[in-house]
C-alpha cells in the first residue's frame, strides 16, 4: 500500500535520512522505532508531504506522491493522526469527522445550505464514531474529550477519510496502561482494513501490533525484521533497546 | 428548540422596517439619517466578522474595500454611469480584483503577519485614492448626480433610500449567516480553528480562505456605494486605516462568528457616539473605558450578552 523508495534528506551538511526504503503490504502493520533525533520526524514529515525528499519516491497504493501537497496526499489515501493531539477544539465530535468525511464527499464549494442538516454526513461520522466507540461523546464539544478520548477521536477523523494507509505518529503518548490497552485493541481490530505504518515509543504496543519492524538510528535502517527477531538482532539492541529490554 | 439568533436578528429587521414610520411620530426624524450611517456600518462588519470571525483572519485593511467600493461607484457617476444595478457589478467586479491579487499575498502569512500585510495593502489603496488628482486627491470629490435605480430617483434619499439601504443590511446578514453555515463556512471555521488539522482533513485551505476575503471585500465594496448614494461625497478618509479600527471594534463588541454580533456592534458604535458626543464635548473619555468593561466583562460581546453561549461556531 505504501512503499518508500530511497528517501533521502539533507539539512545542510546534515544527513537526516540515509537512503530509507520500506513497504506496507495491505493488511499489515509496519513499526519504525528508534531512538530520539534518528529522524522519525523527518521520514514522517516527508511521508505525509509537509518537507519534500531530496531523492527518492514516495507511492501510495501504486501512485506517485512525491511531488503532492499534504491535503492532495489526503486526497490520495493517507491517513494520519499526530504525535500532539490535532482536533478541532471548538467544533463538536460528531463535526469533526463530519468534517473529514465532507473532504471526500462531493465538493465543499457549497455556499447556502447547512452542513450540519446533511443526513448522510451525520450517518457516515456517526458509524465510523461508533466503531472507535465514541459515539456517547458525539454531540459534546471537542475540547471536553480527555486526552485518551481525542486520541480515539483523531483515529476517527483519519478513518474518515477512507485512507488506504494509517501513519500513526506516536499513538500511545500520554496514555496510561488501561487507555493504551483500548487503543491497542482498536488498531489491531482495524489493522485488517487499513494498513499501518506506527512510529511509536512504546515497546509494549510495538511488539503487540507490528507484523514487521524497521529500528532507524541516524536517518538510517540499521535492522529490520519480525518484532522477536528485532529484539534479538545485537544492532538494534546496542542503538535501541540498550538498556536490557 | 426555538432558534434565538434568529429571533433576535428578526427583532432587528423588524424595528429597522418600522422605524421610517416610528421616528416621524417621536418627532425624531432627524435619525433616520444615523440609522442610515450604522446600517452602512454594520455591512461593513458583517463582512469583516465572515474573515475575522468565522475565518480567523485579522484584516486592518477592511476600510480599504469600502473606499475602493466608494470610489468605483463615484468614478463610475463621474463617466456618466448612473443605474445603480450597473454601478453594483463595477463595484463588485473591482473590489473582488483587488481583493483577489492583495488576498493572494496576504495569505501567505497569517497571524500578525497577515495583520500587517492587510495594513500595508490598506495604506496603499488609501494613498492611491488621495492620488486620484481628478477625482478630488485628498480633499475628496462632491457629487452632483445620484445613482437611479431603472431611471427612477427613488434610492437617491428618504425612504426609498433607507430602504434599499436596509434590503442590502438584511442580504449581507442572511448570505454571512448561511455562507458560515455551509460545507464552505465549515472548512473557514476548521481552518480558523486549526489549521494543520484541517489540511490534513484534505483540505486546501488557502484557497477557502481567499474565496472568504473576496466575498467580503465584495460586501464592503457595496457598503462604499450605498456611502456615496447617501453621502453624495467620497474622500480618502473612508478608506484609512483607523477606519478598519473602527470595523474590528464593532465585530469584537458585538461578538465574533455570531449571528447578530456585527449589527449589534455597528449600531452600539454609531449610536453611542452620537449621544455621548452630544451631551459631552470629551466624549472619548467615557467612550475608552466603555470599552474597555465590555471586552472585559462580556468576552462574546453584546450578543452574549442579548443571547448567552450563542455562538455559531461551535
Known amino acids: 500500500m505504501l512503499a518508500i523508495e530511497s528517501l533521502n534528506k539533507n539539512f545542510g551538511a546534515l544527513q537526516v535520512s540515509k537512503d530509507i526504503s520500506l513497504s506496507v503490504a495491505p ?70 469527522v463530519a468534517t473529514a468525511v465532507q473532504a471526500k464527499t462531493g465538493s465543499s464549494m457549497r455556499f447556502f445550505t447547512s452542513a450540519a442538516g446533511e443526513a448522510t454526513l451525520n450517518e457516515q461520522a456517526q458509524a465510523i464514531l461508533s466503531r472507535v466507540g465514541l459515539s456517547d461523546r458525539a454531540d459534546r464539544p471537542a475540547a471536553d474529550l480527555s486526552h485518551g478520548e481525542l486520541r480515539l477521536l483523531e483515529i476517527a477523523i483519519a478513518l474518515a477519510g477512507s485512507p488506504k494507509l494509517l501513519l500513526l505518529d506516536e499513538p500511545m503518548a500520554g496514555l496510561g496502561k488501561t487507555e493504551s490497552a483500548v487503543l491497542i485493541d482498536l488498531l489491531n481490530e482495524l489493522r485488517s482494513s487499513f494498513p499501518m505504518l506506527l512510529v511509536e515509543h512504546d515497546m509494549d504496543a510495538v511488539f503487540q501490533l507490528a507484523d514487521e519492524v524497521s529500528v532507524l538510528v541516524d536517518g538510517k535502517i540499521v535492522a529490520r525484521g519480525t518484532p522477536s527477531e528485532v529484539r534479538e538482532n545485537p544492532q538494534a539492541r546496542a542503538a535501541y533497546l540498550g538498556e536490557g529490554a | ?110 497571524g500578525v503577519y497577515f495583520l500587517m500585510i492587510t495594513l500595508a495593502f490598506g495604506q496603499m489603496i488609501y494613498f492611491t485614492l488621495t492620488s486620484l488628482a481628478a477625482y478630488g486627491g485628498d480633499d475628496g470629490l462632491t457629487l452632483w448626480s445620484l445613482a437611479t435605480l431603472f431611471g427612477s430617483d427613488i434610492v437617491q434619499e428618504g425612504e426609498g433610500l433607507y430602504f434599499f439601504v436596509l434590503a442590502a443590511l438584511f442580504l449581507s446578514w442572511f448570505s454571512v449567516w448561511r455562507i458560515s453555515q455551509s460545507r464552505f463556512g465549515r472548512v473557514l471555521r476548521a481552518a480558523r480553528d486549526n489549521p494543520q488539522r484541517a489540511e490534513v482533513m484534505g483540505y486546501p485551505i488557502v484557497r477557502y480562505q481567499l474565496i472568504a476575503y473576496v466575498i467580503a471585500a465584495c460586501i464592503a465594496g457595496v457598503s462604499g456605494l450605498l456611502l456615496v448614494q447617501y453621502a453624495e461625497f467620497v474622500s480618502p478618509s473612508i478608506a484609512a486605516w483607523q477606519r478598519s479600527g473602527d470595523l474590528i471594534v464593532a465585530v469584537v463588541l458585538g461578538g465574533l462568528g455570531s449571528r447578530n454580533g456585527a449589527i449589534l456592534g455597528a449600531f452600539f458604535i454609531v449610536i453611542m457616539e452620537e449621544f455621548l458626543s452630544s451631551i459631552f464635548h470629551e466624549w472619548r473619555l467615557i467612550y475608552g473605558p466603555l470599552l474597555v468593561i465590555l471586552v472585559l466583562y462580556a468576552k462574546g460581546g453584546l450578543n452574549d450578552l442579548i443571547h448567552p453561549k450563542s455562538r455559531e461556531a461551535s
Open chain 1, 27 to 96: 493488511g499489515q502493520c509496519h513499526a519504525v522505532i528508534g531512538p530520539n533525533g534518528a529522524g522519525k520526524t523527518t521520514l514522517i514529515h516527508q511521508i505525509s508531504g509537509v518537507l519534500r525528499q531530496d531523492s527518492g519516491r514516495v507511492l501510495l497504493g501504486g501512485r506517485d506522491v512525491s511531488h503532492l501537497s499534504v491535503w492532495e496526499r489526503v486526497q490520495a489515501g493517507l491517513g494520519r493522526t499526530f504525535q500532539i493531539t490535532s482536533v478541532l477544539p471548538t467544533f463538536s465530535v460528531l463535526e469533526n
Open chain 2, 1 to 110: 428548540m426555538m432558534d434565538r439568533g434568529a429571533l433576535i436578528g428578526g427583532m432587528i429587521f423588524a424595528l429597522l422596517l418600522a422605524m421610517p414610520v416610528l421616528l416621524p411620530i417621536l418627532g425624531a426624524g432627524y435619525l433616520t439619517g444615523l440609522l442610515i450611517k450604522a446600517m452602512l456600518l454594520a455591512i461593513a462588519a458583517i463582512s469583516l466578522d465572515l474573515i475575522i470571525g468565522h475565518g480567523g483572519m485579522v484584516s486592518l485593511g477592511h476600510a480599504a474595500f469600502i473606499g475602493v467600493g466608494a470610489y468605483a461607484t463615484a468614478i463610475g457617476l463621474e463617466s456618466g454611469i448612473e443605474e445603480i444595478l450597473l454601478l453594483l457589478v463595477i463595484t463588485l467586479a473591482v473590489t473582488g480584483g483587488i481583493a483577489l491579487i492583495t488576498g493572494m499575498l496576504a495569505l501567505r502569512t497569517s
